[in-house]
């Protein structure tokens, strides 16, 4: 495996394998890499010649200064798991290699950016789409891999891809949780014990309100799921939506659309964790 840190190094290394016709699969991460990460590179790694895993904590897209501080950095750990993923190319660049100039490019994505995590997080996936669109136009990928626990960033690059004309495909990969049911997530290192032992009840209450739905409102399921985890006294919800799984706009009837989408955000202490789960396809 080769570890790039260098912009000018990692597009050579990406034009030396198109020459050899070879299809490249992309997997951007912040790094503090785990089982969610490296089923997405396992995947890359099955349907690509080449695997660039991508591993920078982009400060762009934190809107919280503190959030950006207490992110785990593993970066060794990091290169070892991709090299054991048999990972052609581990780009790890520094904040002065990416954005040697300030990026002033603003995106306007439109409402799907503008809901959820797009109003709770002010700039988030502007972003996440500067760079996204960066490592997109470095790579040049045929494939790109997201994780679908951050099912809102999925619907927002794929806005983005329409809107600057990207040519590739990109691949959604199913959530990957802890043995209770936790999603997988760098941030879970930072829950205190107390907190660990409670915060599988958010996708317990998620599933549970599969059954809920059968025979309550869509109003009736989103009070029970706010109140069920409310009851929690170490966990807040933030905001729970039950929305359109391709708009995101939050609908008043199970009828309003043939695909749902319930997506949450929960205060567990202060680590903020996101979930969701799909009512209708
Ligand atoms: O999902 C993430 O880890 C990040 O938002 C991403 C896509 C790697 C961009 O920094």
């Known amino acids: 495996m080769k570890i790039i840190s260098k912009v000018d190094l990692l597009k050579q290394a990406v034009r030396e394998a198109r020459e050899k016709q070879l299809s490249v699969g992309l997997v951007p991460t912040m790094g503090a890499l785990h089982e969610g990460h490296k089923s997405l590179v396992e995947r890359a790694r099955r349907e690509n010649d080449v695997v660039v895993v991508s591993v920078f904590l982009n400060p762009t897209q934190f809107n919280n200064a503190d959030d950006l501080r207490t992110y785990p950095r593993t970066a060794e ?14 780009f790890m660049p520094s904040v002065e290699d990416i954005y040697p100039e300030p990026d002033t490019r603003v995106f306007h994505l439109g409402p799907v950016a ?13 972003g996440v789409c500067q760079i996204v669109s960066k490592l997109f136009m470095m790579v040049e990928p045929d494939r790109a891999y997201f994780g679908e626990k951050d ?36 941030r879970n290192v930072r829950l205190t014990p107390v907190v660990r032992r409670v915060a599988p009840a958010i996708y317990r209450t998620l599933k549970e309100s599969l059954n809920f739905a059968a025979d309550h409102t869509l109003q009736q399921t989103h009070d029970w799921v706010v109140a069920t985890i409310n009851a929690y006294p170490e966990m807040d919800v933030e905001y729970f939506s039950i929305c359109d799984g391709t708009t995101l706009q939050p609908l008043e009837n199970w009828e309003d659309s043939e695909y749902v989408v319930g997506c949450i955000t929960v205060y567990c202490g202060d680590v903020r964790e996101i979930d969701n789960i799909t009512y209708k396809k």
Request: with cysteine; hydrophobic share 50%.
């Open 151 to 186: 099912f809102q960033q999925i619907a927002v690059i794929r806005a983005m891809i329409k809107q600057l004309g990207f040519n590739l495909e990109i691949v959604q990969c199913p959530c990957v949780r802890e043995a209770d049911g936790l999603a997988k997530s760098s």
């Open 114 to 126: 503008e809901v959820m995590e797009g109003a709770m997080r002010p700039g988030h996936f502007n």
């Open 77 to 90: 750990a990091d290169a070892a798991l991709l090299e054991a993923c048999g990972v052609d190319i581990a």
